[in-house]
């Protein structure tokens, strides 16, 4: 019992990690690997919130918040040139992690820290005792993914994010500023990302290079899933169980693997992954 | 320090100048290189001597980086896994079993071995027809994160986390290491000077600029970037090697994704693509490095990533060019490179498709072929058969289904169901390079040339599967095929040899890429508007090519037109296509003639064309 629900609070953790890595590489086309960077900025708002003293809630919308305020920026001051050199993106992003990592470390130094969690104690569900906080997040991931396919299919942003998607020159001749949807998509990328950062801080510690492992796991699983939100689910689910089998039944080290290594083979095997296309 | 920036400027010269007198110039500057290494143990302090032995074998690896990378377009974070494997085989044996010259060869060898094993594997996985270059970095990246992550994990074997150090290497004195691996690095770089340069190397920037382009001239660019892969990371491996002896320690780290990434942010920042650049760049950066992170830890890092940053945003060329340019001004030198380089033309020895139709076959047999696209059916029961000298012409409305249907004869995964035979072979799922080989050449829709590669360039590309290029040298000749020297003359392209394709007009670009066809010697020549947005007299032009190609060379052309003049005047043979089925099969004049074709094309007048 226990291990069905670490699957699948597991998979709901990678969800939220990957969520925004996945609608900047569904719109852009662009892989972000400054994803892990704007993780670490969230561990680092929740990080902020609790020095403060506040309630830990507020590391919610403050790590999103300034997450996107981050994208904001770096969006118009470095992805716009990038956007017809997708290689050079990964790069280019990657050198953003870096930067990053050090102005974190230079301004709150290198040591690990830890961060008060909103919720403690554990939930008593089907017999057995489980971390509260853990299953909360499931629910969390639940309400990004309805959050972003409402937003998709709802609002008038998301009609033209959606024809962006599918024929960025059509959009363009249709008077669309796609460059506004890039601009906003990045942004929200980027506040996600944070999101998430702040979410998973108290599950472990914060420390300037927390992003790297996150980011890894979270570019494989959106490789895995095309560019939808449902197979994303899917593909969670799926290698995030293999991993919690494998840790929990194998070696722990090869259990951080199995992510990359099955992700890597399920490409070679259906270059389309777990998308239907 | 000193010694690194005394090579630059040097070595920039060097790169603008070599060009003509290319061999000679090259062992100079390798000789003023071997010189200044051999005079830097006596000049440099000891912990320079140490840090520049470290950056020679760094600058290796960024080496073949370069190549993969900056030549061919592969972006790869692995190099970095294949370097581990070979410090890791000195490593484990040195310590487990002990060191002795049986034990150092062993270790070589191992490395080398288990490197090229590897990347065989690796480049299996992620060099296949069809893969997206991003899947390939995918596959890159995932090498070093296993190889470390496998490290870790070994334990006492391998030492986990902090590695293997204290054993007993190679008893040489530090001013005999640093002249080993300054050797090294020299004769690798010139080799693989000599090689980016040679006709065989611009295989490698032609797969950068146009992959698609290569496969349809024959060339396997998986197999291609397999051996390039291999090649790269035993030359890796042996660096490797040589650090675990030199250092006498190894850690996870030199085989992990960061020191990958490490590599990159070397390479791009020295230039990509210019092989100098990168080596510079490494054996600045990480003397710096080890200098500056003594001091200024982290702003170091910072400034590090924000020049990455900004090179790869700003300068996608890297600093070398800065560098050239600035010599070139300050030596009054014009640019010597390659692009001026024209090659004298040459008629080859043709080698007439030995294929089956002597026996009575055909050039061509498309038996029920279909197409489909989930439940939507392109084409349907296509079914036909296409003799040599024959001119057949493909007409229909848009969306008939002739450009699938030329994609469904020249790639045999192209197609849903049914039998292709060109010259009686069956391509079944073959790959468009094989197909290449039963004698099919495909001319695009739109031009399809190597924009960065020059006319000559291009042509000598085409002729890769008859007249295997050499790996070292670049021929003076170049010979071709009639009928593709008979394009070039004829539209002047002969006068326009060493010209970048780029640079070329649009008519040009496409007689480019149809002698790049022709230069195959193909006996099934698929065309797909091959007069699109040309001029009257071009087109003119091109007709009359066409038609004595077919009389003279009994070449079978199979061509998509949508020009009804144009198909009325040269097809020997007319095929209409309409929702993906065959509607009608005859002569000009059967067609020309027929009510149905009327009817389709929107109720105009057929035989006065342009209807489309």
């Known amino acids: ?277 | 320090m000193a010694d690194a920036q005394a090579a630059a400027p040097v070595a920039g010269a060097a790169a603008g100048v070599l060009g003509r007198t290319r061999l000679r110039s090259l062992l100079i500057v390798c000789g003023i290189a071997l010189l200044v290494i051999a005079a830097g143990p006596y000049v440099l302090p000891t912990y320079m001597v140490n840090g520049l032995i470290r950056a020679f074998l760094y600058a290796a690896v960024a080496l073949t980086v370069d190549i993969l990378w900056g030549y061919t377009g592969i972006l790869t974070f692995g190099q970095s896994a294949f370097f581990g494997i070979g410090a890791y085989a000195a490593g484990l044996i040195f310590t487990h079993a002990g060191f002795g010259p049986g034990y150092a060869a062993l270790a070589l060898v191992a490395g080398i071995g288990v490197a090229v094993i590897v990347a065989a594997v690796v480049g299996w996985l992620a060099f296949y027809h069809g893969a997206s270059p991003l899947y390939g970095s995918v596959i890159t990246l995932v090498l070093p994160i296993v190889v470390s992550q496998i490290l870790y994990s070994g334990g006492n074997f391998t030492g986990s986390s902090s590695g293997l150090s204290g054993f007993e290497s190679f008893d040489i004195p530090i001013e005999a290491w640093f002249w080993i691996a300054g050797c090294f690095l020299v004769v690798l770089t010139a080799f693989a000077w000599l090689f980016v340069r040679s006709d065989a190397g611009r295989i490698l920037v032609a797969i950068r600029e146009n992959e698609q382009r290569c496969e349809y001239v024959g060339i396997n660019v998986s197999r291609v970037k397999i051996l390039l892969l291999v090649v790269c990371a035993a030359i890796a491996a042996i660096a490797g090697y040589l650090f675990a002896s030199v250092q006498m320690v190894v850690a996870p780290e030199y085989a992990g994704f960061v020191f990958g990434t490490e590599l990159l942010i070397w390479v791009a920042l020295g230039g990509r693509g210019t092989l100098i650049g990168p080596v510079i760049g490494t054996l600045v950066l990480d003397v710096s490095t080890s200098y500056l992170s003594g001091n200024l830890p982290f702003v170091w890092k910072l400034v590090i990533g924000f020049a990455f940053v900004v090179v790869i945003v700003a300068l996608p060329q890297g600093l070398m060019p800065l560098i050239k340019a600035a010599v070139r001004r300050l030596f009054g030198r014009k640019n010597t490179e390659t692009a001026d380089f024209a090659p004298r033309l040459d008629a080859a020895v043709e080698q007439p498709y030995a294929g089956l139709e002597g026996a009575g076959g055909c050039a061509l047999a498309v038996r029920d072929v279909r197409k489909q696209f989930g439940s939507l059916k392109v084409l349907e029961g296509i079914d036909f058969e296409a003799r040599r000298s024959e001119l057949l012409s493909l007409v229909g409305p848009n969306g008939a289904g002739k450009t699938t249907l030329m994609r469904c004869i020249a790639d045999g995964n192209e197609r849903s169901g049914g039998t292709v035979l060109l010259n009686d072979h069956d391509i079944l799922e073959l790959p468009p390079y094989a197909c290449v080989a039963f004698g099919v050449g495909r001319k695009f829709q739109t031009a399809n040339v190597f924009e960065t590669l020059t006319v000559a360039e291009a042509l000598r590309i085409a002729r890769t599967r008859l007249a295997p290029p050499s790996l070292w040298t670049r021929e003076e000749g170049l010979a071709l095929p009639h009928a593709s020297m008979q394009v070039i003359r004829a539209t002047g392209l002969d006068k326009q040899l060493g010209t970048e394709a780029r640079y070329l007009s649009h008519g040009m670009k496409q007689a480019l890429e149809l002698a790049m066809v022709l230069a195959l010697e193909p006996s099934v020549l698929l065309l797909d508007e091959p007069t699109a947005g040309l001029t009257k007299p071009e087109r003119t032009l091109i007709g009359g090519i066409l038609t004595d190609l077919a009389r003279d060379h009994q070449l079978c052309i199979l061509l998509v037109e949508h020009d009804l003049d144009f198909v009325r005047e040269i097809s020997s043979r007319v095929i209409v296509l309409h929702q993906g089925r065959i509607l009608l099969d005859g002569t000009v004049a059967q067609v020309v003639e027929s009510e149905l074709v009327r009817t389709i094309y929107s109720g105009g007048h057929a035989a006065t064309g342009g209807a489309a």
């Open chain 1, 1 to 277: 019992m226990a291990t069905l629900l670490d699957i699948l609070t597991t998979a709901a953790i990678l969800y939220s990690v990957a969520a925004g890595l996945l609608i900047v590489f569904g719109v852009m086309k662009i892989i972000n690997f400054a994803h892990g960077g704007f993780l670490t900025v969230g561990g680092y708002s929740a990080l902020l919130i609790t020095k403060l003293g506040l309630n830990p809630w507020w590391s919610v919308p403050c790590a999103f918040a300034i997450g996107f305020v981050c994208g904001m920026l770096i969006e118009r001051l470095v992805m716009k040139p990038l956007y017809s050199r997708p290689l050079d993106a990964i790069l280019a992003t990657w050198g953003l992690g870096i930067i990053i990592g050090q102005l974190i470390t230079l301004g709150v130094g290198r040591e690990v820290q830890f961060v008060q969690s909103p919720v403690s104690g554990t939930i008593d569900l089907l017999g057995g005792t489980y971390s509260g906080y853990r299953l909360l997040l499931v629910l969390v991931a639940v309400v990004i993914a309805i959050g972003i396919a409402l937003l998709l299919n709802g609002t008038r942003l998301g009609l033209v994010t959606r024809a962006v998607i599918m024929n960025e020159n059509l959009a363009r001749g249709l008077g669309i500023n796609s460059g506004l949807v890039r601009f906003i998509t990045f942004s929200l990328g980027a506040g996600l990302a944070s999101l998430a950062g702040a979410l998973i801080t108290p599950l472990s510690s914060v420390d300037p290079n927390m992003g790297v492992p996150w980011l890894i796991n979270a570019f494989m699983l959106v490789m895995v899933s095309g560019v939808s939100l449902v197979s994303l689910a899917v593909a969670c689910l799926v290698l995030g169980g293999a991993q919690v089998l494998v840790s929990s039944w194998g070696n722990p080290i090869l259990g951080g693997l199995t992510i990359v290594v099955l992700a890597a083979v399920v490409l070679r095997l259906r270059p389309q992954g777990f998308s239907r296309g």
